[in-house]
């Protein structure tokens, strides 16, 4: 999906003009990947522009710095304070935000700790990343040759830039073989997400998705859909997910911060129950989308005002 766009990009505590925003063709984050970034969205509430789990997402980007050794110049509260400033220097209420925490320009070479580390953070509008029908009439997904990273070679745990080459094999075979989607399976061959979401299935009223362990990112939309169908009544599992039980499942969605909640109506060819989006996915997938716009008192603490009250 094409970017639109805005006025101005944060950059190690400095705004500077959107075509301005350039890194050394030399930058080790270019060469080998060694980043961390996080995907946010803002949302038009009746209060204003609010960013969705916004200290959550910095939380996890501060976890993913740890795990690849990388301590960022700012304080967590110093960072939630220039997304809202970035929110609001670009006049955008509703839009994706990317930090992304990356090596500076003066080193080269595998070892990455004598780099300096470098904050910057971009917004601009986003619409829906799996198309803009995909919420009413769902997608079509694959079960991909490639597998989710061992967590013994690139740890998932981490939101890492080099780690996505593995999920862009994914996204461009489906794509090229007609699907919108890619699910990867874990080395063990349970299936872990898809390649920039999570994966869920309904079976027998029950919500399922897979264990951490089975190599998904801990997703702050997943775990906010967990919460929402746990409040509705719901019985909500992790647990060891293969391929047959997407086939055989009543219903099936993904979640992501860039993909939102998305149905999944055929897999490899299937479809999965009806072939439409089902009721407790659309049950889920209207509650959520509540929740996001800040219309729902029980979720509130979810909405991050970009303007203090």
Not at 42 to 51: C, F, I, L, N, Q
Not at 261 to 276: F, K
Request: net charge negative; proline share 6%; with cysteine.
């Amino acid at each position: 999906m094409a970017i639109t766009p805005t006025s101005k990009i944060w950059m190690s505590g400095q705004f500077v003009d959107w075509d301005d925003a350039r890194i050394h063709v030399l930058n080790p984050t270019l060469h080998y990947g060694w980043g961390v970034f996080e995907g946010i969205r803002a949302y038009s509430t009746a209060h204003g522009s609010a960013v969705f789990r916004l200290t959550d997402h910095v939380a996890r980007l501060y976890r993913s710095a740890k795990i690849y050794m990388m301590e960022p110049p700012y304080t967590q509260a110093e960072l939630i304070a220039a997304i809202k400033e970035t929110v609001a220097v670009n006049e955008v209420d509703a839009c994706y935000i990317r930090p992304l925490v990356y090596l500076g320009y003066g080193e080269m070479g595998l070892n990455p700790l004598p780099s300096s580390i470098e904050v910057m953070i971009a917004v601009w509008p986003w619409g829906a990343y799996l198309g803009d029908d995909a919420g009413e009439t769902g997608v079509r997904a694959t079960v991909s040759a490639w597998r989710r990273n061992d967590n013994n070679i690139i740890p998932p745990a981490a939101k890492a830039s080099g780690q996505y080459l593995n999920s862009s094999l994914a996204k461009v075979a489906a794509l090229k073989a007609g699907y919108d989607e890619a699910i990867l399976t874990s080395p063990n061959g349970h299936i872990a997400d898809g390649s920039g979401e999570n994966v869920f299935i309904v079976a027998g009223g029950m919500v399922i998705t897979p264990p951490l362990s089975d190599g998904p990112l801990g997703g702050i939309t997943r775990a906010s859909i967990m919460q929402i169908a746990a409040d509705q009544g719901y019985e909500v599992r992790e647990q060891h997910i293969v391929r047959t039980d997407l086939y055989l499942a009543d219903e099936a969605f993904f979640t992501g911060t860039a993909a939102e909640m998305v149905p999944i109506v055929e897999i490899d060819d299937r479809p999965v129950g009806s072939g439409r989006p089902g009721p407790i996915t659309r049950e889920l997938m209207d509650l959520f989308h509540q929740a996001t716009r800040g219309e729902l008192d029980r979720y509130k603490i979810w909405n991050e005002r970009v303007h203090d009250a």
